[in-house]
């Protein structure tokens, strides 16, 4: 092989493990030091996107393997020592002539694959702690993360919420499902705290702070994030880039939808009283111009309220004030002085019609 040919697939062999190292760590959160990085990266040459896309497709394709399909892998790949390393200047590297069938990308995948089979790969990638925690209706939870020895953070879950916490060597994740929940973070510089709702990532800068996120009912696709203390990063969780993400402090609040795509789209940030954060943990619930049936679905998180209303003119009725969580029925005896409605009797439950 002469040292022009020699030379181009060194260059390519090396595009390959750079693009394969990217694409591990985009497995995870990057902060904004390493998205800038790897912008920058990016931008140096118009082959970086294309092979970090064909590496991250493959990548992708081998995590959704089957287990049996993964052992084979395994099985194939080369058997490594301590003292023997792929290099990136050699003509042809172990990966190289094993791979050579596949696609240039599939070994830069297979790379990746095999520092997962040398143990390195495993051990930084999979969770150190992974807990599911879920609160019934009517129900409110506290979990606290061991991610400090001198006491972590904690997680309080309120009613109907479903949440996944993983924790890492290098950052820390809870994906909100659903429900809503408030956190008390831990500062730990070194292991960024991501919360995943929706669309959205959401990350710490040292606060107490609230996630609310619904898929279902008449709030579904909806998350809100409000700040009760310090600062939270919002931007979007697919795609984001430093310019994209905004800043919240204490007392802001910032409401988006599933259908945004950007954070233009998510709506306005308005303010409150840091105090009036996530008040559902004193057990109250307040509404300011509040669509009828919104309020009704909020009382219905906590349990059975029996009232209903059919007529979307109704339905859509603003409503305001402060009530305890499970206090939907003097809600309702409240109404008629509220609103040009009256309560009705019928079949077992009680509906709001217009007087």
């Known amino acids: ?42 931008a140096a040459d118009p082959r970086h996107a294309a092979a970090l896309a064909a590496v991250s497709a493959t990548l992708q394709g081998v995590q959704q393997m089957p287990q049996h399909e993964v052992a084979k892998l395994r099985a194939g790949l080369p058997k490594r020592t301590k003292t023997v390393k792929p290099s990136v200047s050699a003509p042809t590297s172990w990966w190289q002539s094993y791979f050579r069938p596949f696609a240039s990308h599939a070994a830069a995948a297979a790379v990746v694959f095999g520092m997962a089979c040398a143990g390195w790969f495993g051990w930084w990638v999979q969770p150190t702690f ?8 009517g ?17 309080q879950l309120d009613s109907s919420t479903q949440l996944q916490a993983r924790l890492f060597r290098d950052r820390r994740e809870v994906k909100l499902d659903d429900g809503q929940a408030m956190f008390a973070v831990h500062p730990d510089k070194t292991r960024p705290f991501h919360v995943l709702a929706g669309n959205y990532r959401i990350t710490v800068l040292g606060t107490r702070f609230s996630v609310r996120h619904t898929t279902s009912g008449m709030d579904a696709g909806r998350t809100v994030v409000a700040v009760e203390e310090g600062r939270v990063r919002v931007e979007p969780a697919v795609g984001s880039h430093p310019a994209a993400a905004v800043e919240l402090v204490a007392g802001q609040v910032l ?21 009036a954060v996530a008040q559902w943990r004193s057990g109250r619930i307040s509404f300011n111009q509040t669509p009828l049936h919104q ?28 009530y ?3 206090q939907s029925q003097r809600f309702a005896e409240f109404l008629p ?5 009256r309560l009705v009797q019928r079949d077992g439950v009680t509906e709001i019609v217009a007087r």
């Open 130 to 137: 992974e807990q599911t925690y879920a609160s019934a209706r």
């Open 295 to 322: 309020a009704l679905a909020e009382f219905e998180r906590y349990g059975p309220t029996h009232l209903v209303v059919r007529d979307p003119v109704v339905a859509a009725m603003p409503v305001g004030g402060s």
């Open 1 to 42: 092989m002469g040292s022009g040919a020699r030379g181009h697939l060194a260059h390519d062999e090396a595009l390959e493990l750079e693009a394969a190292t990217w694409a591990v760590r985009c497995l995870g959160s990057l902060d904004v030091e390493n998205r800038a990085a790897l912008n920058a990266w990016l």
């Open 337 to 341: 002085q509220l609103l040009p409605v």
């Open 255 to 275: 409401e988006g939808t599933d259908t945004g795509d950007a954070l233009a789209e998510l709506g306005s940030i308005t303010n409150i009283p840091p105090a």
């Open 139 to 155: 129900q409110q939870l506290v979990a606290t993360l061991p991610d400090s020895e001198s006491g972590g953070s904690t997680v």
């Open 324 to 326: 305890g969580l499970r």
